[in-house]
Structures are given as structure tokens and as C-alpha cells.
């Protein structure tokens, strides 16, 4: 009977429970607390420690507390010939990460400690910092790594060991390539069957890498969509390059059927895609999360396939309409697009699991005789709402204050931004609507760049008050000079 006495906060399970959900700072609150807190949780302090520019652990106090270390994050380090004593004689270390700050002043240092600690390096940076070239004797030392699963190389050329490599990524979740030459054997282009295939990279990163001297017919380009769609796995693309010629032989691969890519969700680039390459990219995925492509033409085919409850498929050889489970829109949760599309209210008015819309644009016209927007988790917003209204005219006050109801729906705003640069956008000011956004209590960032802004100090007053956390203020508050430098003034004496 005494044990249902006790304090839960006193059950070591309970406790457990509750510090997974803690930030590190707080388990170390934490553990002052008592001396049952500390015995709990001491062990979750110490299971994953980081090396780098915060600090190194003592000697003492690695020893003192062994038993727990688990994981060992090496930030910035600069190795020596032998690996650190204090971290080498861990009995119960699962897993070693080198991070991309991580130095060898010698190839044979790194192939040593790969060799002693193989079995349990999970994440490996190649970067600029390493000074020697990416051989054979790299890539088969790296093979014998059997936890490995993250590999980024940065400013390297794969070559004669390039075989090799290959057959390290089988074995990866995550790869990214920096700056990165490569030549591919010429058996990776037979065919699709072949033994390159990446059955487990889950996220792809490719920056300016360039396959050299590719087999006749192909370009660096297409080579590349031939290595992505390699990627049975993929969740997360992210690619771009200087190398703009022949971009489009990678869309023509990489849209090849029988689609090869049912798990990705997440596509990033700086290329531009054209609105019938994006709407066909769109026809194939599966689900959606994220799209980050601030040269993507996102226009009306695009969004034909944002709002479609079909995909294509291929059945049995043949191109098919296929009922999705759910939308696209109904799943994404972030867009970044190209400032000239035209869509906004439609995508705010659609995509409910909304957290940040960048690039696109609406009018207040189609906010006022459009539908209600949904996205009511929307974080961070960046688009060009034009007031195509007169809003000297009641009517056009009217309607500035329906546009500026719609946007103080969305509560949990952090970040907002109405205007390109020249254009015309609602006025900032309480007689057009400004309290409209009195619930917008998590704003921290507001930007009009907007020549014809005459907000007022009442306007800039009311700000202050009713937004618990705004820091920042940018752009054209007040086109007049004597004015925007008193509101300057006043918004740098409250420190925003």
C-alpha cells in the first residue's frame, strides 16, 4: 500500500517518459532539482555527447560517467594519429559521428580510425578541410563500415574509385554531394536492373556536382536523373547547378515511366522548372511535403495537380488515371515558389496542413470573393498581396478589411511579408484594418516594401501592444522621410 504513496515524479519510468520530451538545457535543470531527478536522468544527459566549438568534455568527467556515453558527435576536431584516449576505451559506444568541421592531417589517420571504429561510424563528412584526394583504399575501408548511413562529400573527385563508391551508398539513408566530380563506370548505364541500385537513400543532395566525360549519348545532366531515379527510396531531392545546359535532359529521365520514385515528397531546387515539367512531377508523386523551388513556374497546370484527386500510374504497361488516398494539397506543408505565380488564394484556401507559402501572389479582389483560407497553421508568410482597390473609397476599405481578416485568422503567424518591391499593398494602418490582426500574438517579423505606406505612430504603438513578440520591422513604413525616421525612432527604443 505504501508504494501507491508514492510521488510519480519520484518513478524512474515516469520520469524517463517525461525527459524524452525535454530539451537538453532543461534536463540539466532538472537534475538540480533532487537527488532522484539527478539518478534518473543523468544517464540521458550523457548518452549523446557533441565535440566542437561549445566544448570538449574533460577526461574526468568522461570517465566518471562511461557507463552512459552512447553516441559521440565530433563537430570540429582535429585528429591526430591515434583517436582520442578519453573516447577510445568506451565499453558501450553505439555510434561515432564525424561531422564537417573534422580534420586529418593525414590519409592513413582517417583509414586508421575507420578500420578501429568501423562498426559503429554511422555519419561521415568528407569536407574541404581534408586534404587528400578520395581513393580506392578510401571507398573499401569505408565498405567495411557496416552502421554507416550518412555520408556527405565536399570539393572531391571520384574517379578510379568510383565502383566502389557506388556500393558504399547502397548502404546509405542519406548522401549529399558538394562540388563533387565524379565518373561513373560504364556499366551504371546499361540498364535500370543493374547492380546500382540504391535501395535505401532515403535524402539526396546534389550541388554543382558534375558527372565527367559520359558515354555518348548522354549529358552530365542526364546522368544525374539516371542516379536520382536510382533511388528507389527517396523521400527528400534536393539539386541544383551552375550548369545550365542540357538541364532539361534531367526532367526527361527523371519523368521517365514506369515512375520510379513512390516515396518522395520532398523536392528542392534553384533550377527552373517549367509549369508542365512541375505539373508533371506533381501527376507522378504519391504525397506531398514539401516543395522549395523559387524558379518553379508554378502556375495553372501546377496547381490542376496540387488540387486532383487522381495520379498517373502505369498498370500493366499502361498509363492510368489511379483515385488518390489523399490529395496533394491535403498534405502539403510547405511552398516556395516563383514570385510571378499567380495562385496563392487558391493554394491558402486549399492546402490546410500549410506551414509556410513564399513567392506567390493574390489581390485583394480575389481574397474578397474567394474562399475562406484553411491553412490556420500557416508560420511564414511571403507573398504579394496587390491592392487592386481604391482604399480612400469606403468600398475599398470594406474589402482592405476582409483581406485583413483573413490574415488575422492565422494565429500562429511568426512571419509576414506582403510585397515585391513597387508594389501596391493593403495599407498598414489601423483606419484600413490593422486591428484586424490583434490575435496574431506570435508575430515576430514584419516586411512591406511598399513606397506608399503612410503608417502612423498610433499604428506603430498599437503594434508594439498587441504583439507580444514582434522583433522586427522591415522595409517602407512611410514613404514620407520625416516621418518613416520617427517611426524608425520609435520602433529602435523598443528595441525592434
Same mark, same amino acid.
Given at each position: 500500500?505504501?508504494?501507491?504513496?508514492?510521488?510519480?515524479?519520484?518513478?524512474?519510468?515516469?520520469?524517463?517518459?517525461?525527459?524524452?520530451?525535454?530539451?537538453?538545457?532543461?534536463?540539466?535543470?532538472?537534475?538540480?532539482? %533532487?537527488?532522484?531527478?539527478?539518478?534518473?536522468?543523468?544517464?540521458?544527459?550523457?548518452?549523446?555527447?557533441?565535440?566542437?566549438?561549445?566544448?570538449?568534455?574533460?577526461?574526468?568527467?568522461?570517465?566518471?560517467?562511461?557507463?552512459?556515453?552512447?553516441?559521440?558527435?565530433?563537430?570540429?576536431?582535429?585528429?591526430?594519429?591515434? *583517436?582520442? &584516449?578519453?573516447?577510445?576505451?568506451?565499453?558501450?559506444?553505439?555510434?561515432?559521428?564525424?561531422? +564537417?568541421? @573534422?580534420?586529418?592531417?593525414?590519409?592513413?589517420?582517417?583509414?586508421?580510425?575507420?578500420?578501429?571504429?568501423?562498426?559503429?561510424?554511422?555519419?561521415?563528412?568528407?569536407?574541404?578541410?581534408?586534404?587528400?584526394?578520395?581513393?580506392?583504399?578510401?571507398?573499401?575501408?569505408?565498405?567495411?563500415?557496416?552502421?554507416?548511413?550518412?555520408?556527405?562529400?565536399?570539393? &572531391?573527385?571520384?574517379?578510379?574509385?568510383?565502383?566502389?563508391?557506388?556500393?558504399?551508398?547502397?548502404?546509405? #539513408? #542519406?548522401?549529399?554531394?558538394?562540388?563533387?566530380?565524379?565518373?561513373?563506370?560504364?556499366?551504371?548505364?546499361?540498364?535500370?536492373? %543493374?547492380?546500382?541500385?540504391?535501395?535505401?537513400?532515403?535524402?539526396?543532395?546534389?550541388?554543382?556536382?558534375?558527372?565527367?566525360?559520359?558515354?555518348?549519348?548522354?549529358?552530365?545532366?542526364?546522368?544525374?536523373?539516371?542516379?536520382?531515379? !536510382?533511388?528507389?527510396?527517396?523521400?527528400?531531392?534536393?539539386?541544383?547547378?551552375?550548369?545550365?545546359?542540357?538541364?532539361?535532359?534531367?526532367?526527361?529521365?527523371?519523368?521517365?515511366?514506369?515512375?520510379?520514385?513512390?516515396?518522395?515528397?520532398?523536392?528542392?531546387?534553384?533550377?527552373?522548372?517549367?509549369?508542365?515539367?512541375?505539373?508533371?512531377?506533381?501527376?507522378?508523386?504519391?504525397?506531398?511535403?514539401?516543395?522549395?523551388?523559387?524558379?518553379?513556374?508554378?502556375?495553372?497546370?501546377?496547381?490542376?495537380?496540387?488540387?486532383?484527386?487522381?495520379?498517373?500510374?502505369?498498370?500493366?504497361?499502361?498509363?492510368?488515371? &489511379?483515385?488518390?488516398?489523399?490529395?496533394?494539397?491535403? /498534405?502539403?506543408?510547405?511552398?516556395?515558389?516563383?514570385?510571378?505565380? %499567380?495562385?496563392?488564394?487558391?493554394?491558402?484556401?486549399? @492546402?490546410?496542413?500549410?506551414?509556410?507559402?513564399?513567392?506567390?501572389?493574390?489581390?485583394?479582389?480575389?481574397?474578397?470573393?474567394?474562399?475562406?483560407?484553411?491553412?490556420?497553421?500557416?508560420?511564414?508568410?511571403?507573398? /504579394?498581396?496587390?491592392?487592386?482597390?481604391?482604399?480612400?473609397?469606403?468600398?475599398?476599405?470594406?474589402?482592405?478589411?476582409?483581406?485583413?481578416?483573413?490574415?488575422?485568422?492565422?494565429?500562429?503567424?511568426? #512571419?509576414?511579408?506582403? /510585397?515585391?518591391?513597387?508594389?501596391?499593398?493593403?495599407?498598414?494602418?489601423?483606419?484600413?484594418?490593422?486591428?484586424?490582426?490583434?490575435?496574431?500574438?506570435?508575430?515576430?517579423?514584419?516586411?512591406?516594401?511598399?513606397?506608399?505606406?503612410?503608417?502612423?505612430?498610433?499604428?506603430?504603438?498599437?503594434?508594439?501592444? !498587441?504583439?507580444?513578440?514582434?522583433?522586427?520591422? #522591415?522595409?517602407?513604413?512611410?514613404?514620407?522621410? +520625416?516621418?518613416?525616421?520617427?517611426?524608425?525612432?520609435? *520602433?529602435?527604443?523598443?528595441?525592434?
Amino acid at each position: 500500500m505504501d508504494n501507491l504513496k508514492l510521488n510519480p515524479l519520484q518513478i524512474p519510468e515516469i520520469l524517463l517518459l517525461i525527459a524524452e520530451l525535454l530539451e537538453r538545457s532543461d534536463l540539466l535543470n532538472c537534475i538540480r532539482v %533532487s537527488k532522484a531527478f539527478h539518478k534518473t536522468l543523468i544517464s540521458l544527459i550523457w548518452r549523446k555527447i557533441t565535440v566542437g566549438p561549445q566544448g570538449d568534455p574533460n577526461s574526468k568527467a568522461v570517465q566518471k560517467h562511461k557507463e552512459y556515453i552512447e553516441e559521440i558527435t565530433f563537430e570540429s576536431y582535429t585528429f591526430k594519429a591515434s *583517436f582520442p &584516449k578519453k573516447y577510445g576505451s568506451l565499453q558501450g559506444l553505439k555510434s561515432i559521428v564525424f561531422g +564537417d568541421e @573534422c580534420k586529418w592531417s593525414k590519409p592513413i589517420h582517417l583509414f586508421n580510425h575507420i578500420k578501429a571504429y568501423g562498426s559503429i561510424i554511422t555519419s561521415l563528412c568528407l569536407n574541404e578541410n581534408i586534404k587528400f584526394s578520395c581513393s580506392s583504399e578510401l571507398w573499401e575501408a569505408l565498405l567495411e563500415c557496416i552502421n554507416l548511413r550518412h555520408l556527405e562529400v565536399y570539393g &572531391k573527385v571520384i574517379d578510379v574509385g568510383a565502383d566502389l563508391f557506388l556500393q558504399v551508398c547502397k548502404r546509405l #539513408h #542519406h548522401l549529399k554531394l558538394e562540388e563533387v566530380s565524379i565518373q561513373l563506370p560504364i556499366n551504371f548505364f546499361s540498364n535500370e536492373d %543493374s547492380e546500382y541500385i540504391f535501395p535505401n537513400i532515403r535524402t539526396l543532395c546534389i550541388s554543382n556536382v558534375r558527372v565527367t566525360n559520359p558515354p555518348h549519348p548522354y549529358s552530365s545532366w542526364y546522368c544525374l536523373g539516371m542516379l536520382v531515379r !536510382n533511388c528507389r527510396a527517396l523521400r527528400s531531392l534536393d539539386i541544383e547547378s551552375w550548369d545550365e545546359e542540357d538541364q532539361s535532359d534531367f526532367y526527361r529521365v527523371f519523368l521517365q515511366h514506369p515512375w520510379a520514385l513512390n516515396n518522395l515528397s520532398d523536392l528542392c531546387s534553384c533550377e527552373i522548372i517549367e509549369d508542365k515539367d512541375m505539373a508533371a512531377i506533381l501527376r507522378r508523386m504519391t504525397g506531398l511535403r514539401q516543395l522549395d523551388l523559387p524558379y518553379a513556374i508554378f502556375d495553372q497546370l501546377s496547381l490542376q495537380e496540387l488540387l486532383a484527386d487522381k495520379q498517373e500510374v502505369m498498370d500493366n504497361g499502361q498509363l492510368v488515371q &489511379k483515385t488518390r488516398l489523399r490529395r496533394l494539397c491535403e /498534405t502539403v506543408e510547405t511552398l516556395v515558389l516563383a514570385g510571378d505565380s %499567380s495562385v496563392a488564394q487558391a493554394i491558402l484556401s486549399n @492546402c490546410p496542413r500549410l506551414k509556410r507559402l513564399e513567392g506567390s501572389k493574390t489581390t485583394v479582389s480575389e481574397i474578397v470573393n474567394g474562399a475562406e483560407w484553411v491553412c490556420s497553421g500557416l508560420t511564414h508568410l511571403s507573398i /504579394t498581396l496587390e491592392a487592386d482597390i481604391d482604399q480612400e473609397t469606403e468600398e475599398g476599405m470594406a474589402k482592405a478589411r476582409i483581406a485583413f481578416k483573413q490574415l488575422g485568422k492565422l494565429t500562429r503567424l511568426e #512571419h509576414l511579408d506582403l /510585397t515585391q518591391l513597387y508594389s501596391r499593398t493593403l495599407d498598414i494602418r489601423l483606419r484600413a484594418g490593422l486591428d484586424e490582426l490583434a490575435n496574431l500574438k506570435r508575430l515576430d517579423t514584419l516586411r512591406v516594401t511598399d513606397y506608399q505606406q503612410r503608417m502612423q505612430l498610433e499604428d506603430a504603438t498599437w503594434m508594439v501592444n !498587441n504583439w507580444p513578440r514582434f522583433r522586427g520591422v #522591415h522595409g517602407v513604413l512611410n514613404g514620407e522621410e +520625416d516621418a518613416a525616421a520617427l517611426l524608425e525612432e520609435f *520602433f529602435e527604443s523598443h528595441n525592434i
